[in-house]
């Protein structure tokens, strides 16, 4: 999966309330909001209450072993979270670098490609206007192809994280990709089965040469 202006959707998770990074990977369009933070290694958890269309935790398997934040400890999950302590959810649409704040449930939000989706856990109003959650870093820094531009950028540190298995909602949606918009290149598959290939069809195509001659001093 690739990522850029016109497909797939680059989603950030910030883990700065926990000491972490805010990580990044590029998500399929193959559906919603939930299941684009549900694929390539990445989990969330719902409420008791309100099921598991609202998100209370999420988790990374590349990221302390998969934890999903808040912890029980820290957060039961039973009823709706606190608006001082929850997981906000803004949108960016394609080409736009100021974000949207999202009041409908992750269920029902379908990103359009080229899309940048943030979930950043703390407090705001009702508006998503104001509180510790409001995003420190913009759409187009996570666009951004320039490794510089991401590591020393303005607000939080941006880790890209690849895809991992072992985690995501069954129906969820396929495996998230590298964010190749922000110049991460994809390894390329290997030459090496070709020239085998080759060097074996050049084997056979001599013994065949070699045959036809046997055969045809044969006839002689």
Excluded: K
């Excluded at 939000?109 to 420190?136: D, I």
């Amino acid at each position: 999966m690739r990522c850029t202006a016109t497909s797939g959707v680059i989603v950030a998770v910030d883990f700065g309330h926990w000491g972490g990074p805010l990580l990044r990977y590029c998500g399929s369009t193959s559906g919603t909001a939930y299941a684009l933070v549900n694929q390539g290694g990445w989990q969330t958890g719902g409420t008791e209450h309100d099921g598991p269309g609202f998100v209370c935790r999420i988790g990374y398997a590349g990221f302390r072993h998969g934890t999903e934040y808040p912890t029980p400890a820290q957060q039961p999950c039973v009823l709706t979270p606190p608006v001082n302590a929850y997981w906000a959810f803004f949108l960016a649409g394609p080409g736009q670098n100021t974000w949207r704040y999202s009041q409908a449930g992750a269920t029902s939000v379908h990103p359009q490609p080229g899309s940048v989706e943030l979930w950043s856990f703390g407090a705001t109003n009702l508006g998503g206007t104001a509180g510790s959650a409001v995003p420190a870093v913009s759409p187009a820094r996570l666009r951004a192809r320039s490794a510089d531009l991401i590591t020393n950028g303005p607000g939080p540190r941006i880790v890209n994280a690849p895809a991992r298995p072992g985690a995501g909602r069954s129906g969820a949606g396929g495996q998230g990709g590298t964010v190749r918009a922000v110049g991460q290149a994809s390894a390329g598959s290997s030459p090496y089965p070709t020239a085998i290939a080759v060097g074996i069809a050049i084997l056979l195509a001599g013994a065949a040469i070699v045959a036809g001659r046997r055969r045809a001093r044969a006839r002689r």
